[in-house]
Structures are given as structure tokens and as C-alpha cells.
């Protein structure tokens, strides 16, 4: 397996609280990405980045930020929870080389009240 | 509107049969495709590929086969076991975006023994 852990792996939170959820990689991967997967959706992209403090928005990155300041660790941040944010969040991980294989983790559960 | 589609939210399955699961997808800069098995309260694990050049590929009992007129691939596995049962999501990448991918919103497979 790939190696790459989130911590923590449930949090409760409440509504207008900050939240930061972390994705970390012993891989060396270039590309790190942010889904959450809620019913009927799928998996839906945040955001992603493609090198150490390059980032860019997915498909539903309002109320989401994101930082990579080394290659490991890529950092999701809820300014401001809401309850629309209550999901699973997976990060993967993927290399450069041209395969479009993404290596999941293990998954975030989050809840805000 | 999604671009990936899996019209079938579950399938159930006897042992030793073969389950198909479908997917659809609207882009046409999509091509190359992939599936991903996801067991509860884990993230998807990579299952098998397929590049658009291509309308078969096969490992083990997982085949999966594209029909780009149609804009629809599916994903054979036979014959079918209980270990199977899970949530199968297609996914798909465009010619020009590098790693990216977009999800189906899955197909949650159960193989009765």
C-alpha cells in the first residue's frame, strides 16, 4: 500500500469553527489531491497540488483552502465550517510520470453541527 | 451536470456469476479511464485501467471494456465473489490534464453467497 495516512480520522466540530484536516505521504509523490465523497457524488475534487507550494482549485473548492509547504504534508483548512461540509475527505497522491493511478488514504470523517 | 455517470446505484449478485457494472461519461477529452473498488470506512484502492487506444483489458477475473462511440465502458468480473461486495467507482481523465480525474458516483456491488 501506498503510504499515506490523515489525521485525524473522525472530528465532530461545530458550526463557524476552523478546521484543518492533514494528508501526509512517505511516497515522494508529486501530486497530492483533495476529494470529499458524499452520497450520489462520488468523489468530488477540492483542490490539488502538483508541487511544494503549488496549488489549484477542483471542482468544489468554495469554503476551502489548501497549503503544501513540503512535498509530504498537503494541509486542508475550513475557515469557517458549515454543515454542507459535513463529508468523507480522502487525499491522494499520484506521480508525474503520465499514469493517471491516484493512491487514496484512508479518509476523514467529518461533522459539523 | 456530471460528466461521469453510473446509472446503477447497487447490483446484487449470486456467487460464482458475473457481475457488470456500467458507466457513462459525456466528455469526449476523456481518454483514459480507470475503476476503483472501495471497501467501508477505507479509501478506493486502484482496480484495473483502460487507455482509450484500447477497447478490452483484462486481469484475472476484472475486464474492463470501453466503447468510445458510445461513450460507455463497463466493468466484467467473473465469476463473482462474496469479497467482491463494495462500492465500485468509475473514473476518468482528459488527454490534456495530466492526473485528473472525475468520478461516477458509484455502483455498491453485493455478491451473495
Known amino acids: 500500500d501506498a503510504g499515506i495516512t490523515q489525521s485525524p480520522r473522525h472530528k465532530v466540530t461545530e458550526t463557524g469553527t476552523p478546521v484543518t484536516l492533514r494528508c501526509h505521504q512517505t511516497e515522494n509523490h508529486r501530486y497530492m489531491y483533495w476529494y470529499r465523497q458524499d452520497p450520489g457524488h462520488g468523489l468530488r475534487l477540492i483542490h490539488y497540488?502538483?508541487?511544494?507550494?503549488?496549488?489549484d482549485k477542483g471542482e468544489v473548492s468554495d469554503g476551502y483552502s489548501v497549503s503544501r509547504s513540503k512535498t509530504e504534508d498537503f494541509l486542508l483548512t475550513l475557515e469557517s465550517a458549515t454543515s454542507s461540509q459535513t463529508s468523507v475527505y480522502f487525499c491522494a497522491i499520484s506521480e508525474s510520470s503520465g499514469s493517471n493511478e491516484q493512491f487514496f488514504g484512508p479518509g476523514t470523517r467529518l461533522t459539523v453541527l | 451536470d456530471q460528466q461521469v455517470k453510473q446509472n446503477s446505484p447497487s447490483l446484487s449478485v449470486q456467487e460464482g456469476r458475473i457481475s457488470i457494472l456500467n458507466c457513462d461519461y459525456t466528455?469526449?477529452?476523456?481518454?483514459?479511464f480507470l475503476w476503483y473498488k472501495k471497501y467501508p470506512a477505507e479509501g478506493p484502492t486502484f482496480l484495473i485501467s483502460?487507455?482509450?487506444?484500447?477497447d478490452k483489458n483484462e486481469d484475472g477475473r476484472f475486464t474492463v471494456f470501453l466503447n468510445k462511440s458510445a461513450k460507455h465502458l463497463s466493468l466484467h468480473i467473473v465469476p463473482s465473489q462474496p469479497g467482491d461486495s463494495a462500492v465500485y467507482f468509475c473514473?476518468?481523465?482528459?488527454?490534456?490534464?495530466?492526473?485528473?480525474?472525475?468520478f461516477g458516483g458509484g455502483t455498491r456491488l453485493m455478491v451473495k453467497p
Open positions: 483502460i487507455s482509450s487506444i484500447k
Open positions: 466528455n469526449s477529452m476523456f481518454d483514459y
Open positions: 497540488s502538483y508541487g511544494v507550494k503549488d496549488t
Open positions: 473514473a476518468a481523465s482528459p488527454n490534456n490534464a495530466g492526473n485528473m480525474l472525475t
